[in-house]
């Protein structure tokens, strides 16, 4: 089962948008953050690092304005190293 707790608590919040942002919505991304990590949430971190990850393409947003992978995309290390009961 995904420890989504553990994600949320302990990697960054880049790393939370590069797996989550091109399958979940951001609402429900901000959502766990209230739920896991508020400190997130009030310090007004998730919306500049969601841009900054646009910006550097790692991240973009589809012809229907979807996030999607971008160009430069790549896997957070938490994710290539399967922890949290990713497989």
């Known amino acids: 089962m995904l420890n989504l707790e553990g994600i949320?608590?302990?990697?960054?919040?880049?790393?939370?948008?590069?797996?989550?942002?091109?399958?979940?919505?951001?609402?429900?991304?901000?959502?766990?953050?209230?739920?896991?990590?508020?400190?997130?949430?009030?310090?007004?971190?998730?919306?500049?690092?969601?841009?900054?990850?646009?910006?550097?393409?790692k991240l973009a947003k589809s012809e229907k304005g979807h996030i999607v992978k971008g160009p430069n995309w790549q896997a957070p290390k938490f994710v290539t190293e399967k922890k949290y009961g990713i497989e």
């Open 8 to 57: 949320y608590k302990n990697e960054s919040v880049e790393d939370v948008l590069l797996h989550f942002a091109p399958r979940t919505s951001y609402p429900s991304i901000d959502r766990m953050y209230v739920k896991y990590n508020f400190d997130v949430v009030a310090k007004a971190q998730l919306y500049p690092a969601l841009a900054k990850l646009l910006k550097e393409g």
